[in-house]
C-alpha cells in the first residue's frame, strides 16, 4: 500500500505562483508514475502532468506553458511549480501514484489540496 499527501495549496491573486507537494509513504519502492490532477467544481478530474521515476515528464492542456512537474526519489516527493496562475485553475489538485509505466492509470491517491486563484 501507499499513502500520498498532498500540501502547498491555498489562495492566491491571479499571476502568482504556489508549489504544490506530495509526499508518498509506505511501498513506496514499487511506484514508477506519480501524476496530478485537478478537479474545478462541476467538471471532470483532468491530468495536469505525470513523471516517471527515471524523470521523463508529460503535461497534459492543463499544465502546459506555465506549470513544471518535478520529484525527487531520494524523499518519495512529487512537486509542481505553477506560475502565472488564473482564476481557471481554482480546484481541488490530487496526487496520483502509478506502479506501472502509463501516464493514464493510476493505483493510489492523495486527498488533495485546494488551490484559489482570486481575479
Known amino acids: 500500500q501507499v499513502q500520498l499527501v498532498e500540501s502547498g495549496g491555498g489562495l492566491v491573486q491571479a499571476g502568482g505562483s504556489l508549489r504544490l507537494s506530495c509526499v508518498a509513504s509506505?511501498?513506496?519502492?514499487?511506484?514508477?508514475?506519480m501524476g496530478w490532477f485537478r478537479q474545478a467544481p462541476g467538471k471532470q478530474r483532468e491530468l495536469v502532468a505525470a513523471i516517471r521515476y527515471g524523470g521523463t515528464a508529460y503535461y497534459g492542456d492543463p499544465g502546459k506553458g506555465r506549470f513544471t512537474i518535478s520529484r525527487d526519489n531520494a524523499k518519495n516527493t512529487v512537486y509542481l511549480q505553477t506560475d502565472n496562475l488564473k482564476p481557471e485553475d481554482t480546484g481541488a489538485y490530487y496526487c496520483?501514484?502509478?506502479?506501472?509505466?502509463?501516464?493514464?492509470?493510476?493505483?493510489?491517491w492523495g486527498q488533495g489540496t485546494q488551490v484559489t486563484v482570486s481575479s
Open positions: 496520483a501514484a502509478a506502479l506501472g509505466a502509463s501516464y493514464w492509470v493510476y493505483d493510489y
Open positions: 509506505g511501498s513506496t519502492r514499487s511506484i514508477n508514475v
